[in-house]
Each structure stands twice: as structure tokens, then as C-alpha cells.
């Protein structure tokens, strides 16, 4: 019987316990959208995590939805990650960087030339975003034609291929929280007719053209998903019509590809992992389904955490706010420490303040 602190063995990614840094959002990258050394000592505080899963990153200058977000697709921003990935290493950690495109969630004042955000459809989605304007509805969107898909599919190979480059020890494919390729999974949003449109196969295309490129790139083994089958991401996207049919299909369909881990979100991001309004969903069957590490995200505390390992639920848990305020996470889980209070009014853009200042137990 494994605990959440045993070592674990996830696709060719050795990890010394199955406590996960989740991707989070900060927005403190420097100029030219790269990474700095304020993210490398933050992200090297928090190397006792089996595994870290840096924070979404976009995989071109279309990929950009939000302010200071860092990117993987220039080679200075591949020399800038070059730092974040070696601190990490040398302080015994393991870190895989999440690939994000927004699609729609999006505002021309970040995107090159002012274009519009671009998506599965044209439809604008109720969602804000933070410009250097401040917070602002996102812009209109025009749906992508089918003949520019296999350039976006070649952006995401790209960026793969960056991440190994600047020394990350895997990728996180991010299809979730309502970003480009659930834009194309879900039917509320996809309108499209055509090979990208209507049924769940042609829907899934996308997320299954970009797996298939950067697992052939970077080898299956350093490659993982994540996926939110439930989250209507602050209510600004509807749910799939049928998302066990989607998602039954989605995991069907990865399984054989022999991914490192399929990271999980159970329920609505950063809400409950049991929302009310949702339709029923199980997600075991969709776990007996995906033959590699399971991981899942969401709220989970101490003993939620340690149960869900010893019970089988999961094989990972990824924690979010709690690594945001505590960095030795990994010692509070094993002594039963409180952790830190988060400072909400810190999380997005600034500098160390609320970044790097939070005091661990040795402190
Ligand atoms: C955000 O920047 O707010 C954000 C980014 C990625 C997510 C969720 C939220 O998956």
C-alpha cells in the first residue's frame, strides 16, 4: 500500500513522493515574456514536491491571454526557463511545464498587432482578463479556419520541444479551465462544421492532433494532460451537453499513447470538487480507462489527501494555494503543520511580496 509520501515512477519522471505543485498563474515574467530569477527561487523553495508543473505557459504570441504570463516559444525565453529549471534540479526537485494556449480567453491589446483572439468559434466568452489596462472584458474572437490548425499544431511541437531544451523534465498538455483546445472539446462553445466540429471524434481532434505531435517530439513518457470536465471557470462557459460521453471518448482515445499522468481537476476549478448544479460524472471509470499515473486537483487538504492515495483514488495530488503560501508543503503534510495564510491580494503580478516571502517551519 502506498503513502502520499513514497517515491513514484511516472512514465520516464522518477519522483521522490506524490505531492504535486499544481500550475499556477503568477504573472511575474519579465520582459519579452520570459522567465526570471524571482521565478527560479520561487519555484526552487518549493523543490521538495515530487513534482512541480510550472506555471501555464504560452506556446506562441497568439497563446497570450493575460499580462506578464511567460512563454516558450523565443530562445531567450528558453535561456530564461534554462535558470528555473536549475535551481529546481540542483534543489532536488522535478519540473514539467504546462503548454497553454488561451484560445478566446484573450484581449488584442496582448495579442501582436492587436489581432483578435482566436478560437473554435466566434463567439466572445463573458470572461475578463487583466491588461495593462487593468481588468477588462476579453475581446471578440474569430474562429480559426481549418487550414491554420496544423501550424497551431506545430506551435505546441515547438514548445515542447523548448521545454526539454531549457531543461524541463517533461510537459503538461493544458486542456482545461475553458482554454483553446476545450474551446474545441465542448459543444456549448465549438459551433464548427468540419473536421474540428460537431461530433465528440471531431471535437477531441484537436486535443488528440497535439498529443499525437508532442509525444512523437518529446517521447510519451514525459508528457501529461489536464483536463476539467465540470468546471464552468467562474461561470463564464457552459459544461459539454454530455461530459462523461466526451470525456469517455477523450481518455479512450489517450490511453494507448502512453502518457506519464492525466492530471485531473474534479469539479469546478478552484470551487468544489462536488458542484450542485453539474450533471453526474464518474470519474473512476475514466480513471480504470487511462493506464498511466493518475492525478488529481481540487481543494484536497491533509487527510483528504493522504486518504485518497491510501484508497486508491488517485496516485498524485496536485496542490495549488497551499504551495502558493507554503513552500515546505511537503514537511507540513508529513508533521501535520499548519499552513501558511495566503495573501490573496498578492497573487497576480509584483515581486517578491507574497512570492518568495513565505515563511517556512526551519524559518
Ligand atoms: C489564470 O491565469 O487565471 C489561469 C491560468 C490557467 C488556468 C487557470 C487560470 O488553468
Not at 22 to 35: D, E, I, K, Q
Not at 173 to 192: G, M, P, S
Not at 238 to 260: K, T
Not at 304 to 313: L, M, P, T
Request: charged fraction near 20%.
Amino acid at each position: 500500500m502506498s503513502t502520499l509520501f513514497d517515491p513514484i515512477k511516472i512514465g520516464d519522471i522518477e519522483l521522490a513522493n506524490r505531492i504535486v505543485m499544481a500550475p499556477l498563474t503568477r504573472n511575474r515574467a519579465s520582459a519579452g515574456n520570459c522567465a526570471n530569477e524571482l521565478m527560479a527561487e520561487y519555484y526552487a523553495q518549493r523543490a521538495t514536491a515530487g513534482l512541480i508543473i510550472a506555471e501555464a505557459c504560452q506556446i506562441s504570441p497568439m497563446a497570450q491571454g493575460y499580462l506578464d504570463t511567460p512563454g516558450i516559444y523565443s530562445p531567450e525565453q528558453v535561456a530564461a526557463w534554462k535558470k528555473v529549471t536549475d535551481a529546481v534540479h540542483a534543489a532536488g526537485g522535478k519540473i514539467v511545464l504546462q503548454l497553454w494556449h488561451v484560445g478566446r480567453i484573450s484581449h488584442s491589446s496582448l495579442l501582436p498587432d492587436g489581432a483578435a483572439p482566436v478560437s473554435s468559434t466566434a463567439q466572445q466568452s463573458p470572461a475578463m482578463t487583466y491588461t495593462a489596462a487593468g481588468f477588462v472584458p476579453v475581446s471578440a474572437p474569430r474562429a480559426l479556419r481549418d487550414d491554420e490548425i496544423p501550424a497551431l499544431i506545430e506551435d505546441y511541437r515547438r514548445a515542447a520541444r523548448n521545454a526539454i531544451a531549457a531543461g524541463f523534465d517533461g510537459v503538461e498538455v493544458h486542456a482545461a479551465n475553458t482554454y483553446l483546445i476545450e474551446q474545441f472539446l465542448r459543444d456549448t462553445i465549438n459551433d464548427r462544421t468540419g473536421p474540428y466540429g460537431g461530433s465528440i471524434a471531431n471535437r477531441a481532434r484537436l486535443l488528440l492532433d497535439v498529443l499525437q505531435v508532442v509525444t512523437a517530439e518529446i517521447g510519451a513518457g514525459r508528457v501529461g494532460v489536464r483536463l476539467s470536465p465540470l468546471t464552468t471557470f467562474g461561470n463564464t462557459a457552459p459544461l459539454d451537453s454530455n461530459p462523461q460521453a466526451l470525456y469517455d471518448y477523450v481518455v479512450e482515445q489517450i490511453a494507448p499513447l502512453g502518457l506519464a499522468y492525466l492530471h485531473m481537476i474534479e469539479g469546478e476549478t478552484g470551487g468544489t470538487r462536488h458542484p450542485e448544479n453539474a450533471p453526474p460524472f464518474d470519474y473512476a471509470a475514466v480513471q480504470r480507462a487511462f493506464p498511466g499515473a493518475w492525478m488529481v486537483n481540487n481543494g484536497y487538504g491533509r487527510d483528504a489527501a493522504k486518504a485518497a492515495i491510501v484508497e486508491g483514488h488517485a496516485d498524485l495530488i496536485a496542490f495549488g494555494k497551499g504551495f502558493i503560501s507554503t513552500p515546505d508543503l511537503v514537511r507540513r503534510l508529513r508533521e501535520g503543520a499548519l499552513w501558511n495564510e495566503l495573501r490573496v491580494d498578492k497573487l497576480y503580478g509584483g515581486g517578491a511580496e507574497g512570492y518568495t516571502d513565505y515563511p517556512t517551519l526551519a524559518d
